[in-house]
């Protein structure tokens, strides 16, 4: 049962980052793929509709992890406490910036917002990247699982580490590198003319560039955490999770070589989950590492929540799966195609 | 260093109530409009009336600032169950996490996944879809609204709840813990006063116009709509939700009453002060003006029942801040009396057919719509500082509730960031808002001749229209 919901909320957080991971990338490369008003107004309009529908699965995520992992939520919320307000606020200025920025034709008040929509998805991608290398490294829990983490302290993670180390720093670039990837090839597919040349190029020296990143990044992850790797020999989910990303490289490679837009975004998000996939199955059953001392560390079994609470959730979580699934259905058939900026806008001018 | 304000509750204490007092004025009107909008498309479906398309297209503007602004004020609040009260979290996580991923799951995806159809998908969707966009999107307001709200009956009135393992909270029925009778209450009682809010901009706005001679046939139809669901909605707020708020109140948190009605002496036959302030330190109401009776009659159903007073109980139990208590429940009982009256005045006068003809009253129901949103704040105050000292009443203590492992820094800082931000989003907001009534409804010229020069040909309007909207931008 509690390893049920380690995959249900895995699963979940799986899913926002796929979903938000799009927009996180098409905002990084907003400047770079998008040069007219018109252009940029392009790649607004092709997150805009639905940037909303993608952040409410880190809601659900978080509501989920409430209610099955309290004391996870508990310590690690705590714990992070600054970093995770520096999400919080850039994920306000983010929401903000795509809503506010088509209300007023002006190319003032529009590259203020696009300013704020590039920087702040940046900031969002780092953090989470930083936040990804300090679930693999672990953070200093004592004994009675708390917290309270610097931003950095000597920048080695090992013992007393911060927020930020040269291992979390360089898990937050190929973090980085991967989203805008993601951002890249989904732009690709829903867009046309100038904005389309730029991220189809964009798309593929990114995963280029994503390739010896992640081979630094395994080499670095088995440096800081040995043991996941002799642990996640054990787990039959992390082959499957490798399975899941080496399928993934092929279809997305045979996308972006023979312009099939939708099978590279497709090769896309499985890479993405795959690699998320493999991630949470070496992990588990630690949903947190102490540096101090393996005791220290949290797994599921300690974080869950009392029997009764999971099994009521088991009840209603499925019932709320199905209709996302059905809202998504809805969605993906309604949103089907390229975005043209004359039909897919606010309507505000 | 053993003041008040370095406690560390004190702190996260100010912050989730400043960060929630301002997600919740957005919140409020959009759960009231939501139901304008799936009304307007619902007549222009039926009618083919491109009269009520104008008007969703219009008031969908100013819902999807309200909605953003909702959602990313909105996550912050979750968030904070983790960042500052980590340790109310592990202690109910398991009971009151189960509402807040039932929210997410069965609400806020089906509000998100249609709110942008709603706004930014009318072309792409045709009549039909747009409409179900719409009730899909009030829909989800509403089920996200009864969540919150059983989140909140628990932590007021907790039922169905058992400890367990490591004295933490689980969940015996979820049935007692989904229909609690708290919830139901304040559920209905809420959701009537974001229709008041939502009614009241609605009227506002058409008042506005009326005054100004734009929009005229836009305007009289947000007029006539919302003082018509105003006096509905103002009425059921009172009675019987609010009425059996209160009985609720009297009932299972007896102190609490007697806090919000300033009663420091028990006894039968008990008064409603009309007015009246607090004296906490020598224990009475000074100045009071009462209704005899009326309480005893409120609270319990019979005029000679007892009500009791605060000094039956020990000061440790009573709500910390009588004052702010007493007056944000009489406020809000004095505006939601008013806005009975406003409404049905107005109503009485667009029967008689002399609504749009006066001025004083469109005056009195354009500057009326920032109160509700003031009622509905000092409503939740009630709720919330009556709640206290308990975070989980009867069973789990405030002062117990915060994360021991954040600094009072940590948090003043955060609270700093917060107010700051709100702030700049808060003038963003009623810039863009101002803006949009400012164009009015689409597609619809100046109407009224004042406002031009008399030898301008009847084509001229729109070009200064669109020259006046040149000079704003």
């Given amino acids: 049962m509690i390893a049920a919901w380690y995959a249900i909320v895995s699963f979940m957080l799986i899913v926002y980052v796929a979903l938000d991971g799009r927009n996180f990338g098409a905002g990084m490369l907003h400047w770079v793929v998008a040069r007219t008003p018109e252009e940029r107004r392009q790649v607004i309009a092709a997150i805009g509709p639905l940037w909303s529908w993608h952040e409410v699965w880190l809601v659900g995520f978080g509501g989920t992890l409430v209610a099955v992992f309290p004391r996870l939520l508990a310590s690690a919320f705590a714990g992070y406490y600054l970093a995770l307000f520096l999400i919080l606020w850039c994920l306000i200025l983010r929401g903000i910036s795509i809503e506010v920025g088509g209300h007023i034709n002006d190319r003032q008040w529009q590259g203020f917002w696009d300013f704020v929509f590039v920087v702040s998805n940046f900031l969002l991608a780092i953090l989470f990247g930083a936040a990804a290398g300090n679930l ?33 720093v360089s898990m937050a670039i190929f973090t980085t590198v991967i989203l805008a990837a993601h951002g890249a090839t989904y732009l690709t597919l829903k867009t046309e003319g100038p904005v389309h040349g730029r991220s189809a190029r964009w798309a593929k020296f990114l995963w280029a560039a994503a390739v010896p990143l992640f081979v630094v990044a395994s080499i670095e992850s088995w440096q800081v955490h040995p043991d996941l790797f002799r642990h996640a020999m054990h787990n039959p989910f992390c082959c499957l999770g490798l399975l899941i990303i080496f399928g993934s490289i092929l279809g997305l490679a045979s996308g972006l070589s023979r312009q099939r837009e939708m099978l590279a975004f497709i090769g896309s998000n499985v890479l993405l989950v795959g690699l998320l996939v493999t991630g949470a199955a070496a992990l588990f059953p630690v949903t947190l590492y102490s540096t101090l001392a393996p005791e220290n560390s949290l797994t599921a079994y300690d974080v869950a929540a009392s029997h009764s609470a999971l099994v009521f959730a088991s009840i209603w979580w499925p019932v709320g799966l199905a209709l996302a ?20 806008t606010q309507g505000f001018y | 260093m053993n003041s008040y304000l370095s406690n560390p509750a004190i702190w996260s204490r100010f912050q989730f109530g400043f960060t929630i007092t301002y997600h919740y004025l957005f919140p409020q009107l959009t759960m009231g409009l939501a139901w304008f909008l799936v009304y307007w498309k619902w007549r222009a479906l039926r009618t083919g009336d491109e009269q009520y398309n104008k008007a969703v297209r219009f008031w969908a503007k100013i819902f999807g600032l309200n909605f953003a602004v909702g959602v990313v004020t909105g996550m912050p609040m979750e968030f904070q169950f983790g960042t500052n009260w980590a340790s109310f979290t592990r202690y109910a996580g398991g009971v009151i996490g189960q509402t807040l991923a039932m929210e997410g799951m069965f609400a806020f995806f089906l509000e998100s996944a249609f709110v942008g159809a709603l706004i930014w998908g009318e072309k792409r969707l045709g009549p039909r879809y747009h409409f179900l966009a719409a009730l899909g999107v009030a829909l989800g307001s509403w089920i996200s609204g009864f969540f919150i709200l059983v989140t909140n009956a628990f932590m007021q009135h907790p039922l169905g709840y058992r400890v367990e393992a490591h004295g933490a909270l689980g969940i015996a029925s979820p049935r007692d813990y989904l229909l609690n009778p708290w919830a139901l209450v304040q559920f209905s009682h809420n959701q009537m006063a974001a229709l008041v809010t939502g009614s009241f901009v609605v009227t506002a706005v058409g008042a506005f116009y009326t005054l100004r001679g734009l929009h005229r046939n836009q305007a009289q139809l947000y007029l006539r709509t919302g003082i018509l669901v105003g006096l509905v909605a103002s009425v059921l707020v009172a009675a019987p939700t609010g009425d059996q708020q209160a009985k609720m109140v009297g009932r299972h948190q007896p102190v609490t009453l007697a806090a919000m009605e300033g009663r420091f002496e028990g006894g039968s036959n008990a008064g409603v002060a009309m007015i009246g302030q607090p004296n906490v330190a020598a224990r009475r109401l000074d100045n009071p003006i009462e209704f005899p009776g009326a309480l005893s009659f409120l609270a319990y159903g019979n005029f000679g029942s007892y009500v009791h007073g605060l000094n039956e109980y020990p000061t440790n139990s009573w709500p910390d801040n009588v004052e702010l208590l007493y007056y944000s429940f009489h406020v809000m009982i004095t505006l939601g009396t008013i806005f009975i009256g406003l409404m049905a005045f107005a109503n009485f006068q667009n029967w008689r057919g002399r609504l749009v003809s006066n001025t004083w009253l469109l005056w009195a129901l354009m500057l009326a719509f920032p109160f509700p949103y003031l009622a509905n704040t000092l409503g939740w105050m009630t709720a919330e500082l009556g709640r206290q000292p308990w975070l989980i009443y009867g069973i789990f203590q405030t002062r117990d509730g915060y994360s021991k492992v954040v600094s009072n820094g940590d948090t003043i800082f955060t609270l700093i960031g917060f107010v700051f931000l709100y702030f700049v989003l808060g003038l963003l907001f009623l810039f863009l808002v101002g803006r949009e009534i400012g164009h009015g409804p689409e597609g619809e010229v100046v109407t009224d001749a004042r406002q031009l020069p008399e030898e301008i040909t009847p084509e001229l309007p729109e070009v200064i229209a669109t020259q006046r909207e040149e000079h704003f931008v």
């Fill in chain 1, 136 to 168: 693999v490294r672990g953070v200093p829990l004592d004994a009675d699982g708390n917290f309270s983490m610097a931003f950095f302290t000597d920048f080695k993670p090992r013992g007393n580490v911060g927020l930020l180390d040269w291992y979390t």
């Fill in chain 1, 325 to 344: 699934i059905t809202y998504f259905v809805f969605i993906t058939r309604r949103y089907v195609g390229k975005v043209s900026i004359n039909r897919d």
